[in-house]
């Protein structure tokens, strides 16, 4: 059986700010990219440089969903799911 290991680095929006996931990740050797809400006493830090490079991976799932098929999952195994966000992938690549 494989072993999984935790990812470096977890760049995430406000709504992942919180006190527990980020003493969760900590735990594991995970760094944080997070900014803190407006309603934290004592905002923490992060990578301002990181967290802009987020956007590319949200603009790409959006375009992704696009596709009728792959946002509301005709597919019934995860097998032909793979194929066909891999194929929308390689199309949107190249438009």
Do not use: Q
Not at 17 to 33: I, K, M, P, Q
Not at 79 to 87: D, F, H, Q, S
Request: charged share 25%; proline share 5%; aromatic share 8%.
């Amino acid at each position: 059986m494989s072993v999984v290991r935790p990812p470096g680095e977890l760049v995430g929006d406000t709504g992942y700010d919180a006190n527990h996931l980020r003493r969760f990740l900590a735990e594991r050797g995970t760094s944080t990219v997070i900014p803190s809400t407006s309603s934290r006493k004592v905002p923490i830090p992060h990578d301002a440089e990181r967290y802009r490079l987020r956007n590319i991976i949200e603009r790409t799932f959006c375009r992704i969903k696009d596709f009728r098929g792959i946002a509301t999952r005709y597919d019934r195994t995860a097998r032909n799911l793979l194929a066909a966000v891999c194929l929308v992938s390689a199309i949107t690549y190249w438009a």
